[in-house]
């Protein structure tokens, strides 16, 4: 039988520990590496990493096109804080997922929202981390 699953998308904000440095390129393409083995992901195309032109917002962002749709980090260096999602067709540990990012990032305090849509059932939002 078919897997049900429709689509998975968690989006998580949070305050980070104090960075002494930029998210370099590299260090980019480490945590996505270990994030699509967590996931048992695979990547569409290279990693798209940017830093700021707009200095209002200062720090980096990165997206990453995987076989099941996408994943994107955005840090702002200025508040010490990211925005993340993953967006997949694929069912993955959400719980799993936040773990890694709070050991990248040292993660002080997040939020976000885990929406799974089902074909054929009606669709389930849950709010995660301190709100």
């Excluded at 994030?35 to 997206?63: C, H, N, R, Y």
């Excluded at 890694?100 to 089902?118: D, E, Q």
């Excluded at 054929?120 to 995660?128: R, T, V």
């Amino acid at each position: 039988m078919q897997n049900e699953l429709c689509h998975l998308h968690l989006a998580v904000n949070g305050k980070i520990k104090s960075r002494s440095k930029d998210i370099s390129k590299s260090d980019a393409e480490s945590f996505v590496k270990d994030l699509l083995v967590a996931t048992d992901m695979k990547p569409l195309g290279p990693l798209i990493w940017s830093g700021a032109e707009d200095l209002d917002f200062p720090g980096q962002s990165f997206v990453q096109m995987i076989t099941t749709s996408h994943l994107s980090l955005h840090y702002f260096s200025d508040i010490n804080e990211i925005y993340f999602d993953l967006y997949s067709c694929k069912d993955f540990n959400p719980e799993k997922v936040v773990e890694l990012i709070n050991s990248y990032f040292g993660l002080t305090n997040y939020h976000g929202i885990v929406y799974k849509r089902n074909k054929s059932k009606e669709a389930q939002i849950s709010k995660i981390g301190k709100w």
